[in-house]
Structure formats: structure tokens, C-alpha cells
């Protein structure tokens, strides 16, 4: 998937085929995870009511079989973003400030309005592990952290870890890691800089001047 600001492409991976438009719309949309079967896409959308850069979460059907609709799934006052899909195709986990601070939640698919808070303290940009019992993410702290789901008899957080301090690229609108099905992590790195220039100070030069350069002697 690429990003336009008012539509969604598909694009082979491989260049065989011209990038397609599946959807448009009249407010900034952006792409962020494809359903387990691929016929249905979670996309961030600018919400029309509220001041920009809040968002809802949407459904875009990428298949003709699909019984998805194209709208929001995820539609409330405050903002919802960073939608993504629990491998079994049960669950959606998302990013939320309706508390205040930004938390991570999850909700049924399909979505009845019955949500988990899965942070404790911040969280943004999760990703689910390969079979869906753990939901990663980054703290405002930069800190990894993991957390550990049951599902039955009903979803909860049986436990939270911290991995790891967050050292590696940070980006508001798209996701710059990964996990592996091994659990290895694959993470955007921000390229090194040019050294620093060192900038040396010398005070009183003109004695150092008349010492090293004595004056010719007048005739």
C-alpha cells in the first residue's frame, strides 16, 4: 500500500503493475493494516467534526466478496489511530487519547464498542506477536514494552514487560518496526549525522600574535 493524502493505491511489490486506486476521500487517509483473508484494510482517517489531526479508524474493502463497508469502525469524539489486526482476524488493536494520554486498546471485530485498555502508563503503536497472545508497544518513556493477553472468558492483560529502551526511528504517522514470527524485531533506524565540528575559542590573540609575529624593529 502507498499514501496520498486524499486516496489509497495498491501497488505490486515486485513493479509488474501500475499503482490502482481502491478509494478516495475528501479528508487525509492513510493506510495501516490488511485483514488475515486480505479483503479488508484498517485505515486512520482525519476526522470531518473535529479540529485536524484527529482521527478514526476505517474499514475499506479490498475485495469484491468482502462484507465490509467502506466507513468508520472506530468513530468517536476524541482521537483513534494506529489501527491493526490481530493475525486470527478476531481482534483490532489501536492507539487512543480518551483518557487524556495516549493509551493502547482493543476491541472485538466485528466492533461492538466493547474495549480493553492494554497500557498502563502510555502507549502508542502496537503490534500484535504471530499468534496473537501479545500486543507490543512504545511507552512515551521510549521504552518497548510487552503484553501478555488472554482472551477467554474474556480479554485481558495478564502481564506487562519492558524489553528494551527505544533507540531507533520515531514517526507520529507510520510504524517503523516490526516482529518477526521468530520474535526478533526488525526496526527503522535513523541514519548517523556528520560528526559534530569542534569550534575553538581563543581570547586575547593579539598578544599570542605580537609573541609568535614580533613587530619589526624601526629603523
Given at each position: 500500500?502507498?499514501f496520498n493524502?486524499?486516496g489509497?493505491?495498491r501497488?505490486k511489490?515486485?513493479g509488474?503493475?501500475e ?12 493506510s495501516r493494516s490488511?485483514?488475515p483473508?486480505?479483503?479488508?484494510l484498517l ?5 470531518d467534526?473535529?479540529?485536524?489531526m484527529?482521527?478514526?479508524?476505517w474499514?475499506?474493502p479490498?475485495d469484491?466478496?468482502s462484507t465490509a463497508?467502506a ?8 482521537s483513534?489511530?494506529?489501527g491493526t489486526w ?7 488493536a ?6 487524556g494520554?495516549v493509551?493502547v486498546?482493543v476491541?472485538?471485530y466485528?466492533?461492538t ?6 497500557s ?7 503490534v500484535?506477536?504471530?499468534d496473537s497472545?501479545?500486543?507490543?508497544y512504545?511507552?512515551g518513556?521510549?521504552k518497548?514494552v ?7 472468558p ?6 506487562r514487560?519492558e524489553?528494551?529502551?527505544?533507540k531507533?526511528s520515531s ?8 516482529v518477526a514470527?521468530?520474535?526478533?524485531f526488525?526496526m527503522v533506524r535513523d541514519?548517523e549525522?556528520p ?6 575559542v581563543?581570547l586575547n590573540?593579539?598578544d599570542?600574535?605580537k609573541h609568535?609575529?614580533?613587530?619589526p624593529?624601526?629603523?
Amino acid at each position: 500500500m502507498t499514501f496520498n493524502p486524499w486516496g489509497l493505491f495498491r501497488l505490486k511489490i515486485d513493479g509488474t503493475e501500475e499503482p490502482r486506486l481502491i478509494a478516495q476521500f475528501e479528508r487525509i487517509t492513510s493506510s495501516r493494516s490488511c485483514s488475515p483473508d486480505g479483503k479488508v484494510l484498517l485505515a486512520d482517517r482525519d476526522n470531518d467534526h473535529i479540529p485536524m489531526m484527529d482521527w478514526d479508524i476505517w474499514t475499506v474493502p479490498l475485495d469484491e466478496g468482502s462484507t465490509a463497508t467502506a466507513g468508520p469502525v472506530i468513530e468517536r469524539f476524541h482521537s483513534q489511530n494506529h489501527g491493526t489486526w490481530s493475525p486470527d482476524g478476531h481482534w483490532i488493536a489501536y492507539s487512543s487519547n480518551e483518557t487524556g494520554a495516549v493509551e493502547v486498546y482493543v476491541e472485538p471485530y466485528p466492533v461492538t464498542g466493547k474495549r480493553t485498555k492494554i497500557s498502563n502508563g502510555g502507549g502508542h503503536h502496537p503490534v500484535w506477536s504471530r499468534d496473537s497472545m501479545k500486543l507490543f508497544y512504545l511507552t512515551g518513556e521510549r521504552k518497548m514494552v510487552a503484553a501478555t493477553i488472554e482472551t477467554e472468558p474474556k480479554l485481558r492483560v495478564t502481564d506487562r514487560k519492558e524489553l528494551f529502551d527505544w533507540k531507533y526511528s520515531s514517526c507520529g504517522r507510520c510504524q517503523t518496526y516490526d516482529v518477526a514470527p521468530d520474535g526478533r524485531f526488525l526496526m527503522v533506524r535513523d541514519p548517523e549525522g556528520p560528526p559534530l565540528q569542534r569550534i575553538n575559542v581563543v581570547l586575547n590573540w593579539f598578544d599570542e600574535l605580537k609573541h609568535l609575529v614580533p613587530s619589526p624593529e624601526a629603523p
